[in-house]
């Protein structure tokens, strides 16, 4: 994808999940960062996947203010976890990034915790179980918005290169 | 580009993980001062998350005005009869405040002065879920610095955490990081305030015996380090044993509902407001 429209996606990602979400006001804040990952990997393969999780990974460590290097490392994993899955699975379907969107929530944030307790044991080991499932069922319900708006920019860039080709041969 | 060789690639990785863990234990403290990459990163992001916050808030405000129309007209009325209440127990209170100075005086007390406080205005969250702070949008140019306490019209809002040139972060009482020293109001005893991850926090007192009960109200120590004494914290919404089940600890519900908080004040005007290098917290 062309990187200027991936850096546009992601500060859009970036704001929406600092500044909307928190203010219209369900407590939640949906890890739209991390089906971006998913999404891209998705499309992309396995070597871009890993290399965008570290970059959003990055990206939002620097936000944090704290921990910086803890969601490059659970990104770039999740990056790279997801690619291993792509080639084996039929990921049309807009209910796979969904699905993996839920299940990459949960491992995503225990590894997380596990990390932040390892570092400053004023931390619970564990995330809320309830405030869990309810966050990777917010994902998993923005996941197929995600993906298709990643995979509908793809196509324009895929288009916009056969075009250039063509225009080369003639 | 040619294929690396599988034991390349596995240095590599290696490498890459140590230098993260590293960097994870270089910033997992308070620092005093943040990174270039970060502040940069908020420079570029707070403009745009200050727009989107104006928007969120303007439809939020829109819906809301539509949806309760019918009630306004009678919350005006009734809302009029309190305003002439409340002026005749401000006289009431103006009284009493005059002779507190005229009767402090007479034994020697300094007077209290008021807080001098800068208003700001919730522009972002963390990112994360697990973790509590929020960005304002005052900084180091408004005479903000590391530490000094945050409130809202509820109560206790946090902490100062990083201060960058036009906007700051706040860890809030509900963050791991901000311990706060607060006593509880019905039986003066003093106790330890600490966030927990599902953004209620753990109201640990010092005193084994110590006589928590639900619906007691915890508010900030005289001796505390960074706040005021008197402003509320939060109620105690029920009490538990602790791990080792020697003495009891409560669960505290924060009185600011941070979901909605939108203004905030941060009191500049407290005397001595240290600087942690370390762990921060009272």
Redesign the interface.
């Known amino acids: 994808m062309h990187s200027f429209a991936l850096s546009l996606l992601t500060?859009a990602a970036?704001?929406?999940?600092?500044?909307?979400f928190?203010?219209?006001?369900?407590?939640?804040?949906p890890?739209l960062?991390m089906i971006m990952v998913i999404s891209f990997t998705l499309l992309n393969g396995i070597k871009r996947g890993t290399i965008a999780g570290f970059a959003l990974g990055l990206?939002?460590d620097?936000?944090?203010?704290?921990?910086?290097?803890?969601?490059?490392?659970t990104k770039?994993l999740l990056g790279f976890s997801t690619g291993l899955l792509e080639k084996s699975i039929f990921h049309d379907n807009i209910f796979v990034p969904s699905l993996l969107s839920f299940v990459g929530t949960i491992l995503n944030?225990l590894l997380?915790?596990i990390?932040?307790h390892s570092?400053?044991q004023?931390?619970?080991m564990f995330?809320?179980l309830g405030?869990l499932l309810a966050?990777a069922l917010l994902n998993a319900l923005l996941a197929p918005l995600i993906y298709m708006v990643i995979r509908h920019v793809e196509n324009y860039y895929a288009r916009l290169r056969m075009g250039n080709l063509q225009s080369q041969r003639f | 580009m040619a294929q690396q060789p599988r034991g390349r690639r596995l240095i590599i990785a290696a490498v890459i993980f140590l230098v993260l863990m590293g960097l994870i234990f270089l910033t997992a403290r308070e620092r005093t001062r943040q990174s270039l990459p970060e502040r940069a990163l908020h420079g570029v992001i707070a403009p745009f998350q200050k727009i989107i916050t104006g928007l969120a808030d303007f439809f939020r405000g829109t819906i809301q005005t539509f949806a309760e129309l019918g009630r306004l007209r009678r919350d005006n009325q009734q809302l009029r009869e309190e305003a002439a209440d409340l002026r005749a127990e401000q006289e009431e209170l103006e009284f009493y405040r005059r002779e507190n100075i005229r009767l402090r005086a007479a034994l020697g007390f300094k007077e209290r002065r008021p807080l001098d406080m800068v208003a700001s205005e919730v522009i972002g969250r963390n990112p994360s879920n697990w973790l509590s702070t929020l960005t304002i949008d005052k900084g180091a140019r408004d005479g903000l610095a590391q530490n000094m306490p945050v409130i809202s019209r509820q109560g206790v809002v946090g902490r100062l955490g990083a201060v960058r040139q036009d906007s700051s972060d706040v860890l809030l009482v509900n963050d791991a990081r901000a311990p706060i020293a607060g006593v509880v109001e019905r039986t003066r005893e003093q106790v330890r305030v600490l966030g927990r991850t599902d953004g209620l926090c753990v109201v640990t007192p010092y005193g084994r015996s110590a006589d928590l009960r639900v619906g007691d109200r915890v508010v900030t120590w005289e001796g505390s380090a960074y706040f005021p004494p008197g402003l509320v914290i939060g109620r105690i919404t029920s009490v538990e044993q602790d791990n080792f089940g020697v003495s009891k600890q409560g669960i505290l519900e924060t009185n600011v509902d941070f979901h909605r908080l939108e203004d905030v004040f941060v009191i500049q005007s407290l005397d001595h407001v240290p600087v942690t290098n370390g762990a921060g917290g009272d």
Request: net charge positive; charged share 15%.
């Open positions: 500060l970036i704001v929406l999940q600092t500044a909307f928190p203010r219209i006001g369900f407590g939640l804040k890890d960062l990206i939002e620097l936000l944090s203010g704290g921990f910086i290097g803890l969601n490059t490392m770039t944030s997380y915790m990390i932040v570092f400053d004023r931390f619970t995330p809320p405030r966050l």
